[in-house]
T-cell receptor, first 116, second 117 residues
């Protein structure tokens, strides 16, 4: 069975500091991996996704993530935090399988706070 | 602009009442989903539908019902059998796996916050 673990339910950084949100997954087959962001009382917005090809994936708002198969990780980073980055972030995984319905499994989320 | 709309944004229900949450999409997506979000628990799948007139139970379907009579619409009814319905409900849709390269990227609506009084 697939699963996603996000280490740290709350992360706090200073404005301008590096943002690192951790995500580890479990999958018996090649995974497709996603990071979504959620602002208060809003839906989820896709930040970036890894399907195949380059393992370093760049997304919106300056975020990027690297797929590391050996470490079963897909950590999200941003070199310099901005106040507007304060939100909740969700990592998700699905199976890389052609045809049919591939269930999207979400982590519990990490709430990012950015201090002036 | 294409997107997913959910209504109402806030909904209050008395115990014992059934309520229906609306979800409409104009993205021409075949698949639609309903999730429940509780603090610290991420998103849990309630129901999903891959095509019109077909839907499947997710992980926490008890106390909920859905219909899929039109491609654009996937309403969720929270019945009185749902013992703890206070939560944030999110609707999502996705394009066919063959077109998305099998990624199952999902697009989300703005959500409905349901509170039981």
């Amino acid at each position: 069975a697939q699963s996603v673990t996000q280490l740290g339910s709350h992360v706090s950084v200073s404005e301008g500091a590096l943002v690192l949100l951790r995500c580890n997954y479990s999958s018996s087959v090649p995974p497709y991996l996603f990071w979504y962001v959620q602002y208060p009382n809003q839906g989820l917005q896709l930040l970036l996704k890894y399907t195949t090809g380059a393992t370093l994936v760049k997304g919106i708002n300056g975020f990027e993530a690297e797929f590391k198969k050996s470490e079963t990780s897909f950590h999200l980073t941003k070199p310099s935090a901005h106040m507007s980055d304060a939100a909740e972030y969700f990592c998700a995984v699905t199976k890389a399988r052609a045809g049919g319905y591939n269930k999207l499994i979400f982590g519990a989320g990490t709430r990012l706070a950015v201090h002036p | 602009d294409g997107g997913i709309t959910q209504s109402p944004k806030y909904l209050f229900r008395k115990e014992g009442q059934n309520v229906t949450l609306s979800c409409e999409q104009n993205l021409n997506h075949d698949a639609m989903y309903w999730y429940r979000q509780d603090p610290g628990q991420g998103l849990r799948l309630i129901y999903y539908s891959q095509i019109v007139n077909d839907f499947q139970k997710g992980d926490i379907a008890e106390g909920y019902s859905v219909s899929r009579e039109k491609k654009e619409s996937f309403p969720l009814t929270v019945t009185s059998a749902q013992k703890n319905p206070t939560a944030f409900y999110l609707c999502a849709s996705s394009i066919p796996l063959a077109l998305a390269g099998g990624s199952n990227e999902q697009f989300f609506g703005p959500g409905t916050r349901l509170t039981v009084l």
